[in-house]
């Protein structure tokens, strides 16, 4: 049985902690949950608290966050599963990350899928292009740089708008609460300059949508992705903390787990 710490208590990290403290996953158990604002009811615990007891903890409270917590959970010998991946980004980050201690470091698939095969693809040779278009309702969008006028149009908008186009890297840390997928399919294709991120405003857009496409060595893939938004969070598609409950239940009992 291992013992889980969930680091953020909100729209992810709360349905997490409380399917594992419900005993949803076989062969894992809730240790406690970190976080200033609040636990929701469920067992709460500090930081220091958490490293002592946890072996696996999940962060589930956004980029600054894991850049602050990840390494001292891989420094304490903790596993660390990673939900807020833009923050990867920074490879300064990820070299902390790896070189911060016995932890090993996982990366939760989140929003999207066709991860594995885009790993499996970009060992067979490099890819050309790779594009992911994520299309959301306009509040979520409206970041704290954008100019008044910006913003103003972005929230204002009657029709889907085309918010940002450019690289992952830029994308995912200049959308911090909505494009960590950019990053994951980044990650996945093991090339941050080949892929292109666009981001959508769409006032219509009912469901989350992400559409992946690549094209290299091995083919030529698409991945459609239509999700319910969190009624949490809005910006969070409502499937990301079951995504995180099915990465813990792998590493809790592997038998079984698609490789
Ligand atoms: N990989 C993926 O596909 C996705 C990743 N994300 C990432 O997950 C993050 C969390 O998403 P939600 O749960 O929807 O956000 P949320 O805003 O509902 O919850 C975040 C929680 O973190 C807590 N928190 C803030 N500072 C903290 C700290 N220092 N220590 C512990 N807890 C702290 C807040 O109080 C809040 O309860 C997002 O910011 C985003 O980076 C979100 C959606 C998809
Ligand atoms: O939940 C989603 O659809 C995607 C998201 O917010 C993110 O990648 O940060």
Known sequence: MISVAVVGCGAIGGVVARALHEGEVVGARL????????????????????????????????????????????????DLLVV????????????RLHGAGDGRVHLVSGAVGGLDMLRSAARMGPFETVRIVTTKKPAGLVQPWMSAAEADRVRATDRP?????GPAREIAAAFPRSTNVAAAVALAVGDWDVVEAVVVADPAASLTSHVITASGAAGEYR??????????????????????????GDLAAPSGAFR
């Open 161 to 165: 708008l085309e918010v940002r186009r």
């Open 31 to 78: 240790a406690g949950v970190v976080d200033p604002n609040g636990t929701r009811g469920l067992p709460g615990m500090s930081l220091e608290e958490a490293l002592a007891a946890a072996d696996l903890v999940v962060e589930a409270a956004g980029q600054a966050v894991l850049a602050d917590v990840g390494p001292r959970v891989v420094a304490a010998g903790r």
């Open 223 to 248: 991945f459609e992705i239509r999700n319910r938004p969190s009624p949490d969070n809005p910006t969070t598609s409502q499937v990301v903390p079951y995504a995180v409950l099915r990465a813990i």
């Open 84 to 95: 807020s991946v833009g923050a990867l980004t920074d490879d300064a980050l990820l070299a």
